[in-house]
């Protein structure tokens, strides 16, 4: 018995020592799956009654799912057909928002229904990025005076709301009737829609800039600089890095983007009306 | 006019994302937005929310174009190799390791 053990031992000492210890090189700190590479070398739109689909080459593109690709809108397939012919040598998934958010809305992964998105956006309103504000630095608090509250004035008109900026840490106070006009506005949307919306917000961390920003009062850049406020405004005593600082906000635009996009390509019928020409 | 600096900008960013760069006029999108402008000329020196509309759109498309762009570049500049040496470090922030000539 303490024979076998003896020999099992030792065997597995000469296994452990036999194998050569690789040192991790420097390049590689942690492995990752590598992304698919590109396996395709055009990319198309086909139109069905159902819906646009994307095809690479002759296969249909599906979702992670497995679900088939199918999107009601023809710009949205087009974007999405020119964002998978954009990529080079390998499909770079985390780096495709527009398909993302396709993805995200046709699976559905969370099982999130209407109200489930309506009520996480309703929570975000108390502890929306522009109703904190700060006055013990006063050039700080002048600068979000001039950019901030002209917008949180806008979405109380819109939205006949009475939000109110807090100067300290304790949460702004926000109605239930506040609440339910908000969820108003949010319930006329469709679920596909709402996954845009929730993308927007989570990159803004801010219901009334995104609200903005769908409803065309601002451009992405702005939104995203106004967002970013305080960070823009520390970035000028203590230096910009562009690695860290310039890297956040290319990335913060492009989801921003995206989601606006996808948003607006979603509930488009509505809001574009096609001039009869004469 | 905003409209025409926005379809050329589209196009510059559309020709550098696409996988052969060559082939811009086959390109869907290149062709679906030149057809939007096409549509929504008329309504050009008109007050219309579809044109304003169609622009913003175009704006958003370019800034996710170009935000891409450039954060593929920022990433590959910076975070695509793992750990840098110190001497790359140094270049960095802008010092000299003690084994460089002063």
Not at chain 2, 18 to 39: E, T, V
Request: one cysteine or more.
């Amino acid at each position: 018995m303490s024979a076998t053990l003896i020999t099992n031992t030792m065997r597995l000492l000469r296994i452990s020592s036999s194998i050569k210890w690789h040192m991790p090189t420097i390049a590689a700190v942690r492995q990752y799956a590598t992304p698919p590479k590109r396996f395709y070398k055009t990319t198309n739109v086909l139109c069905t009654d159902a819906g646009y689909e994307v095809t690479l080459d002759h296969r249909k593109l599906k979702t992670p799912n497995g679900a088939p690709f199918m999107v009601k809108s023809e710009p949205l397939a087009i974007a999405v057909a020119t964002e998978f012919d954009g990529q080079k040598d390998h499909i770079e998934r985390s780096r495709m928002h527009i398909s993302a958010l396709c993805f995200t809305a046709i699976d559905n992964p969370n099982k999130l229904t209407k109200l489930d998105m309506v009520n996480y956006l309703l929570n975000f309103v108390a502890t929306d990025t522009v109703l904190f504000q700060y006055d013990d630095e006063k050039d700080l608090q002048e600068l979000q005076r001039n950019e901030w509250d002209p917008l949180i004035e806008w979405f109380n008109q819109r939205f006949e709301t009475n939000l109110q900026k807090t100067m300290n840490i304790t949460p702004p106070q926000v109605s239930e009737v506040d609440k339910m006009k908000i969820a108003k506005h949010l319930q006329s949307y469709s679920l596909e829609t709402l996954h845009g919306f929730v993308f927007a917000v989570d990159t803004l961390k801010s219901i009334v800039l995104a609200c903005a920003v769908i409803d065309q009062q601002i451009t992405v850049e702005r939104a995203v600089a106004l967002s970013r406020l305080e960070e823009e405004y520390q970035l000028k005593f203590w230096g910009r890095v562009e690695w860290a600082h310039d890297f956040s906000q290319q990335e913060l635009q492009a989801r921003l983007a995206a989601a606006v996009l996808f948003v607006h390509f979603n509930c488009s019928e509505n809001l574009i009306k096609e001039k009869s020409i004469l | 006019m905003a409209g025409t600096k926005v379809l050329r900008a589209l196009l510059h960013e559309l020709r550098q994302a696409a996988h052969d760069p060559g082939s811009i006029k086959n390109s869907l999108a290149a062709r679906y937005i030149l057809a939007q402008y096409k549509k929504f000329e008329t309504t050009d020196q008109q007050l219309c929310k579809a044109r304003n509309e169609a622009i913003f759109l175009g704006q958003t498309y370019l800034t996710y174009l170009s935000s891409l762009r450039k954060y593929n570049a920022l990433y590959k500049d910076y975070h695509s190799r793992g750990e840098r040496t110190v001497k790359e470090t140094a270049d960095l922030v802008g010092f000299k390791l003690p084994t460089d000539p002063k």
